[in-house]
C-alpha cells in the first residue's frame, strides 16, 4: 500500500516535470552527438533566439486560457516591425500639411507598441461586440495586418536602422543579452498577473466557463478586449526584437510565427479549450522547441526533417498530455 | 428479469458498492433510491455497460452477461437515459433517434424515408405528436425525454433505466411521462426509476431499492412502506423537519420590481411551471437584462450582473454546472472567484474558503479539489458559499435543490431559513410543490410570463398554486 502511494507521488511529480525532463534529455542527446552545443556562446545564441517567441507566446497563451485563440501576431509583428522601422528612417508626412515629423528611437518603440495594442483591441472589439469566433475575427486580421505592412514598405525591405535601434536585438545588458532582459521580464510580469491577480484568476473564469464568469460579475467583454491588446502589444515587442537583430524590417518577416507560438503553448501543457495552462509551461515549451531547432541545426540535419521532427514533437506533447488527463 | 448478484466496484481509495444485490422483474418500475454519493449511478453505470470492471455477476433472463461498451448492453436490449440528456440539439428527431443506426438502402446511402417513417410509428405510440423531422432543438425539455424514450424503443429495449427523469421537467410533463411509463410497463418492460422526488414514486414505482454508501439496505414492495420510511432508511439518521415559521412583523420593502415585492427578511416562493418565465425574472433581476429596480426605495439602474451585486444581489443559478461554477477549477478558486482583490491575498482566500467549508460543512479533502469531482450538494454549497461571500441583502435562488439528496435538501432549507431570519430578502424559485410550500412564507405563482397569484403560506394548498400556474389559453 505504501510503495504504491509512493509510487502515486512518483508518478505525480515525474507528470509534472515532463516537459522539464524532456529538455534535458533531448539537451543531453544533442551535447552528446555535438560539441559545439554545450557552450556558452550557443546557450546564448538559442536564448536569443527564443525570446521572440517568448514574447509572443506569452500572449498567446492568455488569449488561450481566456478560451480564444489569435492567429495574427505573425503578421502584427511584420506590420509593427516595418512601423516602427519606417518612422526612425523616414519619419512621418503630416496629411494636409509640409510638415515631416521625425522620431527617436524611444518614439519608434512607443509608436509600434501602441500600433500592436491598437490592432489587438480591434481583435478584441471585434470578438466581443459582433461575436465573430476568435479563429475567424484573427484569420481575418492575419490577411490585414500583411497587407497593410506591404502598403506602409511598398513590398521592400527597410534596412540601416542605426546602432542604437540595433541594441535591442543585438546588445548586451549585465552580461545577459537585451532580448534575454527583455523576454524575461515581459514573462516574470506575465506571472504574476496570472498568479497573483484579479485579472489573471478572471482570464481562468472565463476560459473555464463564460457564462458562469458573466454570472459572477466578471466584465467578461472588457477582460477579453485586455487580454487580446496584450496579445497585440506582444507581437509588437516580438517585432521589435526581430526589425533590431535583422537591422531591417522584412515585408514578410513572422510568417508563421503564430504556428511556432501556438506549438510552444501547447508543449507547455496549456489546453486550447481553455480555462487551463501556465506561462512557465509555454516558455519551456518555447525552449523545446528553439533547443530542438538549434540542436537539428548543429547536426547538419536539413530544414525539411526539421519541420516534421518539430510536428511530431507537439503531437507526443498533446498525446502525453491526454494519456496524463486520463489518469 | 434482470439479476444483479454480489456486485463490488472499487474506485482508487473508495469502495462505491459493496456486495450489492438486486432483482429487478420484467412489468414492473423499480424504484432505485438514495442520497448522492450512494452508488446509485455507479450501479446502473455497470448494468448498462459504461463501467466493465467489477466484481460478483448479472444475469438477464437466466444468462450470465457481461458488457464490455454500451453498444454491448443495448444491443441486449439495456437502455440508459441520463439526466443530462444525450441528443444532438441541431438534429432532427429521427436523425437523433436513428443516430448510431441508420437505415441504408442498396446504394449504402441514407433511407431517410424509411427511417421518418419508423421515427413516426415511435412518436406516435409515445404519444407524441410532433413531426419527426423537428429539430431537437426547438423541442421542451419533456419532450425530448420522451425522444429519448423513443431511442431506446427502437432498441427494442427490455430494460430501460430512467436516472432523475422529471429533474428538469414540469408537473404536466410528468403526468405524460408516466403514462408512457404505464404503458411501457404493461408491454412488460422492466423499468428502473432513479429520483430523489419521494412522492412521484409512490405513484409510479411497484418495488424499491435503497442504497446507502454503497449498499443495499432494503428492498420491498412500495405498498409496504411510507414516504418517512424511505427517508429513515436512505439516510440512516433522523433529519429535522424544515423551519417554523416565524410571523414577519417588520414588513420593510426590500426590492421592488414591474413583477414582485419582497419584503426583509422574507421568503418568497415563486411557483411555476416549465417556461412560465421564472428564470428569466431572476436573470432580469440580475442584470442580463438591462432594467431598473427600487431597492430599499430607491430608484437602480442595473445593467449587468456587477451592477447588480453591487446592488447587493446575489444569484444561484438553476443550471449549476453550466452557469454556476468552474468546473475544472478547485474548491478555493470557486469560493474566492466573486470577491478577489486586484492583487490576491492568500491568506484571506484560506480564511474565506476555510469559513465556508465550516459553515456549510462543504465534504471535500481541501481547498485544492477540483469541484467536478464532488458531489451535487457540495457542488451546490460552493455556488451558496461563493454568493454569501459577496455579503448579499437579496438572495435569488433558482430551483435550489434540483438533483440534490435528502440530507443536503434539509441542510439547505435551514441555511436559507437562518439567512431570513438575519435579515436577508430570499426568493427561492421552485418547480417542486412541496418545496415550495415547506420554506416561503408567501408565494407567487407565474404563467406565460406573468404572476398570476400570490398567497401567504399558511394560506395556500397545493392545488390552488397548481390551479394558477397553468396558462389559461
Redesign the interface.
Known amino acids: 500500500m505504501e510503495s504504491a502511494l509512493e509510487r502515486q507521488n512518483y508518478k505525480q511529480l515525474l507528470s509534472r516535470f515532463q516537459s522539464l525532463i524532456a529538455l534535458v534529455i533531448l539537451c543531453v542527446i544533442i551535447s552528446l552527438l555535438s560539441d559545439k552545443f554545450l557552450t556558452a556562446t550557443n546557450a546564448w545564441n538559442v536564448m536569443r533566439q527564443i525570446s521572440v517567441n517568448v514574447c509572443i507566446s506569452v500572449g498567446m497563451t492568455l488569449v488561450i486560457i481566456a478560451g480564444g485563440i489569435d492567429l495574427s501576431v505573425g503578421s502584427v509583428l511584420a506590420l509593427c516591425g516595418a512601423v516602427a522601422a519606417g518612422l526612425l528612417k523616414n519619419g512621418i508626412e503630416l496629411p494636409f500639411s509640409n510638415l515631416y515629423v521625425g522620431f527617436t528611437v524611444l518614439g519608434t518603440i512607443v509608436a509600434a507598441l501602441l500600433v500592436g495594442s491598437l490592432l489587438g483591441a480591434f481583435n478584441g472589439f471585434v470578438i466581443t461586440r459582433f461575436k465573430v469566433p476568435s479563429f475567424v475575427a484573427t484569420l481575418a486580421m492575419l490577411t490585414i495586418a500583411r497587407g497593410l505592412t506591404m502598403l506602409w514598405t511598398g513590398g521592400f525591405p527597410v534596412s540601416s536602422l542605426g546602432d542604437t535601434f540595433a541594441w535591442i536585438g543585438t546588445g548586451w545588458f549585465i552580461g545577459i543579452p537585451v532580448p534575454v532582459w527583455i523576454s524575461g521580464i515581459i514573462v516574470a510580469i506575465a506571472i504574476v498577473i496570472t ?8 482570464i ?2 472565463i476560459g ?2 463564460e ?9 467578461v467583454k472588457k477582460v477579453k478586449i485586455i487580454v487580446y491588446t496584450v496579445a497585440g502589444g506582444l507581437a509588437a515587442a516580438g517585432g521589435l526584437l526581430v526589425t533590431s537583430r535583422l537591422d531591417a524590417a522584412q515585408p514578410n518577416a513572422g510568417t508563421g510565427y503564430e504556428l511556432d507560438s501556438i506549438a510552444a503553448v501547447v508543449i507547455g501543457g496549456t489546453s486550447l479549450t481553455g ?2 495552462g501556465s506561462i512557465g509551461g509555454t516558455v519551456l515549451g518555447a525552449i523545446i522547441i528553439g533547443v530542438l531547432n538549434n540542436g537539428l541545426v548543429l547536426l547538419n540535419v536539413s530544414p525539411f526533417w526539421q519541420q516534421v521532427l518539430k510536428g511530431a514533437v507537439i503531437l507526443a506533447a498533446v498525446i502525453i498530455d491526454k494519456a496524463k488527463a486520463k489518469n | 428479469m434482470l439479476v444483479a448478484e454480489n456486485i463490488t466496484k472499487q474506485f482508487p481509495g473508495v469502495t462505491a458498492l459493496k456486495d450489492v444485490c438486486l432483482e429487478l422483474h420484467p412489468g414492473k418500475v423499480n424504484a432505485l433510491i438514495g442520497e448522492n454519493g450512494a452508488g446509485k449511478s455507479t450501479l446502473m453505470k455497470i448494468l448498462s455497460g459504461v463501467y466493465n470492471e467489477y466484481e460478483g455477476r448479472i444475469l438477464f433472463n437466466n444468462k450470465e452477461v457481461s458488457f464490455r461498451s454500451t453498444k454491448e448492453a443495448q444491443d441486449a436490449g439495456i437502455a440508459i437515459i441520463h439526466q443530462e440528456l444525450n441528443l444532438v440539439q441541431d438534429l432532427t428527431i429521427t436523425e437523433n433517434i436513428f443516430l448510431g443506426r441508420e437505415i441504408t438502402n442498396s446504394f449504402g446511402l441514407l433511407d431517410r424515408q424509411q427511417m421518418k417513417q419508423q421515427a413516426t410509428v415511435l412518436l406516435k405510440r409515445l404519444h407524441l405528436n410532433i413531426s419527426a423531422t423537428e429539430k431537437i432543438s426547438s423541442l421542451k425539455v419533456g419532450q425530448q425525454q420522451v425522444v429519448e424514450i423513443a431511442k431506446s424503443l427502437l432498441l427494442d429495449a427490455k430494460v430501460i433505466i430512467m436516472d432523475e427523469p422529471t429533474s428538469a421537467i414540469s408537473e404536466s410533463e410528468v403526468a405524460v411521462l408516466f403514462d408512457i411509463i404505464r404503458e411501457l410497463k404493461s408491454e412488460g418492460k422492466i423499468i428502473v426509476y432513479i429520483s430523489h422526488k419521494l412522492d412521484e414514486l409512490f405513484k409510479i414505482a411497484d418495488h424499491y431499492t435503497v442504497l446507502r454508501d454503497g449498499c443495499v439496505i432494503e428492498s420491498g414492495d412500495m405498498n409496504d412502506i411510507t414516504a418517512d420510511g424511505l427517508v429513515q432508511k436512505m439516510v440512516g439518521r433522523e433529519i429535522r423537519s424544515v423551519r417554523k415559521r416565524e410571523q414577519v412583523l417588520d414588513r420593510k420593502l426590500m426590492l421592488s420590481t414591474e413583477k414582485i415585492k419582497l419584503y426583509k427578511g422574507e421568503i418568497l416562493g415563486v411557483f411555476g411551471l416549465m417556461g412560465a418565465g421564472r428564470t428569466e425574472m431572476l436573470e432580469e433581476i ?1 442584470g ?1 437584462k438591462e432594467n431598473v429596480i427600487q431597492i430599499d426605495g430607491k430608484e437602480v439602474n442595473i445593467r ?3 451592477d ?2 453591487r446592488a447587493g444581489i446575489a ?1 444561484v ?1 438553476e443550471d449549476r454546472k ?8 478547485d474548491v478555493r ?1 470557486n469560493i ?3 470577491t ?5 491575498d492568500g491568506n484571506r482566500q484560506t480564511t474565506l474558503t476555510d469559513n465556508y467549508i465550516n459553515s456549510l460543512r462543504i465534504k471535500t479533502s481541501s481547498h485544492r479539489q477540483t469541484v467536478g469531482t464532488l458531489s451535487g450538494g457540495n457542488q451546490q454549497k460552493i455556488v451558496l458559499a ?1 454568493w454569501l461571500a459577496t455579503n448579499p441583502k437579496i438572495l435569488m435562488l433558482d430551483e435550489p435543490t434540483r438533483g440534490i439528496d435528502v440530507h443536503t435538501k434539509s441542510e439547505i432549507y435551514e441555511l436559507i431559513s437562518q439567512l431570513a431570519k438575519d435579515g436577508m430578502g430570499i426568493i427561492v424559485v421552485s418547480s417542486e410543490l412541496a418545496e415550495i410550500l415547506a420554506i416561503s412564507d408567501r408565494i407567487v405563482v407565474m404563467a406565460e410570463g406573468n404572476i398570476t397569484a400570490e398567497f401567504d403560506a399558511g394560506q395556500a394548498t397545493e392545488s390552488m398554486i397548481l390551479k394558477e400556474a397553468i396558462p389559461k389559453n
Open positions: 498568479q497573483r491577480t484579479k485579472l489573471g484568476r478572471y481562468y473564469a473555464g466557463n457564462s458562469a464568469a458573466t454570472l459572477s460579475g466578471i466584465d480555462g487551463k | 440580475f442580463l449587468s450582473p456587477l447588480a451585486i444569484l443559478p453550466k452557469d454556476g461554477l468552474f468546473i475544472e477549477a478558486e474566492c472567484i466573486t478577489l482583490d486586484a492583487f490576491i461563493k
